[in-house]
């Protein structure tokens, strides 16, 4: 799976498990953030915490990844992770 920057999400940031569990992997990068997402379907059911984490260390590297709040009845589990570097932000006026 290649890692995607600035959100161009094709098929080369996708991957699908021999047992049917979908992974997407994305990078959003500004000159003073960095926000990684990993998104996690199935078409049966939602994905367990276990399938997730063991994905997540794996993909979200340097932070602490936070699950997002999905529709109920989804399938569908997304993670995120923001790192920002406020030395490099521009000063508030």
């Known amino acids: 799976m290649r890692l995607p920057i600035n959100r161009r999400v094709d098929e080369r940031h996708h991957v699908v498990t021999e047992d049917g569990l ?3 992997y994305t990078i959003q990068v500004s ?3 960095r926000i990684q997402e990993v998104i996690f379907e199935r ?5 367990s915490d276990e399938e ?3 994905w997540l260390p794996l993909l979200i590297v340097g932070a602490e990844p936070t699950e997002a709040h999905g529709m109920p009845g989804s ?4 993670f995120e992770a923001f ?11």
């Open 22 to 24: 979908s992974v997407w």
């Open 31 to 33: 000159p003073h953030s």
């Open 43 to 47: 078409t049966d059911r939602m994905p």
């Open 52 to 54: 997730c984490w063991r």
């Open 75 to 78: 399938t569908t589990r997304r």
């Open 83 to 93: 790192e920002r570097s406020p030395e490099r932000e521009a000063p508030l006026a």
